[in-house]
Nanobody, 124 residues
Framework: VQLQASGGGLVQAEGSLRLSCVVSGRRYGMGWFRQAPGKDREFVAAISWDGGRTIYADSVKGRFTISRDDAKNAVSLQMNSLKPEDTAVYYC?????????????????????WGQGTLVTVSS
């Protein structure tokens, strides 16, 4: 499975960005994680591959939306009302084990394929 993330950039606080992750290969769920400078990687959002279930970190709930884009074979992360503390490198990841099919996971150990990351910088 290969993943290609894009859409990062510089935005002012309260602005919006949309990240996209194009996926090739079989996958059973998708997630977004982020890592801010000097901090550990943290979970942001995840979606089951049938799109029926989504989960979010409390810090982004109500502001971010994860969705499938079947036309582009991608998963998107719409980020609204951005805050300076959202500044991080954002990574998309794929669940590739059939045993996890249908699940939605906030823990990185379930994800075996990772994209290269895209930088989001939110200025105050």
């Amino acid at each position: 499975v290969q993943l290609q993330a894009s859409g990062g950039g510089l935005v002012q606080a309260e602005g919006s960005l949309r990240l996209s992750c194009v996926v090739s290969g079989r996958r059973y769920g998708m997630g977004w994680f982020r890592q801010a400078p000097g901090k550990d990687r943290e979970f942001v959002a995840a979606i089951s591959w049938d799109g029926g279930r989504t989960i979010y970190a409390d810090s982004v709930k109500g502001r971010f939306t994860i969705s499938r884009d079947d036309a582009k074979n991608a998963v998107s992360l719409q980020m609204n009302s951005l805050k300076p503390e959202d500044t991080a490198v954002y990574y998309c990841a794929a669940v590739t084990r059939p045993a996890y099919s249908g699940g939605v996971f906030s823990t990185s150990r379930f994800y075996e394929s990772w994209g290269q990351g895209t930088l989001v910088t939110v200025s105050s």
